[in-house]
């Protein structure tokens, strides 16, 4: 499975962004799929989640600024942030883990340790 990011680019504050994510080859209906951003020097930080449960977990510090969304068959999983600061430049990345062989309704963590798949990044510059 290849996950391909789409969507970054230079927005102004304030402004609003959707970044996509797109799985290649399979739906990710057995995967947990999460999105996060890594700064510069810094270790990737968790924004938000799905699990095999169908349920969304999101950061502390995002929540009533991005909403995680997905297609009908989960091909295709979404993050919208709003109100975009400076501060939110960063790379943004969706990464899966495959959990199929665990058992069903498994709740997504926001560790970028457990997951093994990873798109290429996507950059987001927030700049008047």
């Known amino acids: 499975v290849t996950l391909v990011e789409s969507g970054g680019g230079l927005v102004q504050p304030g402004g609003s962004l959707k970044l996509s994510c797109a799985a290649s080859d399979t739906p990710l209906a057995d995967y947990a799929v999460a999105w996060f951003r890594q700064f510069p020097g810094k270790e990737h930080e968790g924004i938000s989640c799905?699990?095999?449960?169908?349920?969304?977990i999101t950061a502390e510090s995002m929540k009533g600024r991005s909403t995680f969304s997905t297609d009908a068959g989960r091909n295709t999983v979404f993050l919208q942030i709003d109100d975009l600061k400076p501060e939110d430049t960063a790379v943004y990345f969706c990464?899966?883990?495959?959990?199929?062989?665990?058992?069903?309704?498994?709740?997504?963590?926001?560790?970028?340790?457990?997951?093994?798949?990873w798109g290429q990044g996507a950059q987001v510059t927030v700049s008047s």
């Open positions: 799905i699990g095999t449960d169908g349920q969304i």
């Open positions: 990464a899966a883990e495959n959990l199929a062989y665990n058992p069903p309704f498994k709740t997504c963590l926001l560790d970028h340790i457990q997951y093994e798949l």
